[in-house]
């Protein structure tokens, strides 16, 4: 089983609103499981509900804005994918045309 962190427990850990975390599950920034009606976080998910956190209560950035830069990074890494891709493509036909 994956190792998770209660909503209740992030709440108080991290001191944030409730209506914070829901609104970031609701609008799909964040993934969660019910269990026995309590709402879990997996730890592998952390890394991006402190950087949801930070962004929003250290720069101010609200949900609307969330959602956004989570979207632009997210192309961002597809296009970076997609460019290696294609570089390797590159390199392997340069290599095969060399051989000859």
């Keep these: 089983m994956n190792e998770r962190i209660s909503r209740e427990e992030l709440v108080k850990i991290y001191n944030i609103e409730i209506t914070f975390f829901d609104e970031l599950v609701d609008s799909g920034l964040l993934d969660i499981h019910t269990e026995n009606e309590i709402r879990y976080l ?9 950087r ?14 969330l959602e956004v830069i989570h979207e632009m990074l997210r192309k961002m890494d597809d296009l970076k994918q997609k460019n290696r ?6 390199s392997a036909i340069s290599e095969k045309y060399e051989d000859i």
């Design 42 to 50: 997996r730890y592998e998910d952390l890394p991006s509900f402190e």
């Design 52 to 65: 949801f956190t930070n962004w929003h209560y250290d720069l101010e950035i609200n949900l609307p804005g």
């Design 85 to 90: 891709e294609l570089m390797n493509k590159i």
